[in-house]
């Protein structure tokens, strides 16, 4: 797997990564002059950064098995999961854009046989709030938390269903994610405040809202 960028209108495809090993999860920077990724370039997932046109790559995270870099609204921060020290149950944490200022936000009980699986997170536009995917409670639901991982809560969760990867909406007000059952993923939107569930797209799966 590697990293292309292209027109939003389809098109120009540009390669941006060559590397034998895989290359996951871009992320754009607030300003557009930098991405964020996932990569296992040393043998484990690690969070990478580089400029929008390739170069200048650089390893921000030692903690094994770390996936999806979202950036905090004013690009001083990345959030992202790990479980390089929980292994089995990843959590989130947060790192500075040089590498430096690494701090967990969440701790739940999962391990190999406890869920507690935290990932998928996303920020608010005004940096106040990181909306997330947890399965602590039994399957996977969204929960947010401020930036310093304090006021955990229960945002919304569908019955029997394993809810992933939600973004908010560039105003705030809603979050659209992804919801399992079975072999089928169906895209649903929610109010910011959890209200007005409502199922958006059949078979389909990770969206992204336009800027």
Known sequence: AEIYVMRAGGGGARRLTRNRAEDLSPAWSPDGTRLAFAANRGGSYAIYTMRAD?????????????????WSPDGRRIVFSSSGRTPENPELYSIRPDGTGLTRLTRTKGDVETLGDDGFPSWAPDGNTIVFSSNRTGNGELWTMRPDGSGQ???AGLAGRDDWAPRYSPDGTAIAFESRRAARTDVYVVN????????LLRNASAPAWRP
Do not use: E, K, V
């Open 54 to 70: 390739g170069t200048s790559i650089r390893r921000l995270t030692r903690l094994a098995q770390s996936f999806s870099p979202a």
């Open 153 to 155: 809560r229960r945002l």
């Open 192 to 199: 910011s405040n959890g209200s007005g569930l409502r199922l």
